[in-house]
Nanobody, 126 residues
Framework: QVQLVETGGGLVQAGGSLRLSCAAS????????MGWFRQAPGKEREFVAT????????YYADSVKGRFTISRDKAKNTAYLQMNSLKPEDTAVYYC???????????????????WGQGTQVTVSS
């Protein structure tokens, strides 16, 4: 059974930092693209960041560019999202996602991901 588990969420003051982790189990995701998405209350899910299977290519939403960094440790089958200079508007449930092997490169479109975690809450106070 494929499972993605996000950890690292919490409450932080504006300007602070958090590091989210996404641990994969049940199969290896070392050769698939992965991504992070978020959903704030009353809003649609939105793309945050994505990383290629090799880790050499990344892409970010304009709203987080320069503040967030996506990375992955293939040996640990884990992806990360380092979030710095957090703002109240970053408050959301953050989800990691993975594509099925052979389904293509990294993408900003949620519908192109096949596996999703349960989400972790990030709350940024002003």
């Amino acid at each position: 059974q494929v499972q993605l588990v996000e950890t690292g969420g919490g409450l932080v003051q504006a300007g602070g930092s958090l590091r989210l982790s996404c641990a994969a189990s049940g199969r290896t995701f070392s050769n698939t693209a992965m991504g992070w998405f978020r959903q704030a209350p009353g809003k649609e899910r939105e793309f945050v960041a994505t990383i290629s299977w090799s880790g050499s290519s990344t892409y970010y939403a304009d709203s987080v560019k320069g503040r967030f960094t996506i990375s992955r440790d293939k040996a640990k089958n884990t992806a990360y999202l380092q979030m710095n200079s957090l703002k109240p508007e970053d408050t959301a449930v953050y989800y990691c996602a993975a594509r099925r092997y052979g389904s293509g490169g990294f993408t900003i479109h949620g519908y192109e991901y096949h596996y999703w975690g349960q989400g972790t809450q990030v709350t940024v106070s002003s």
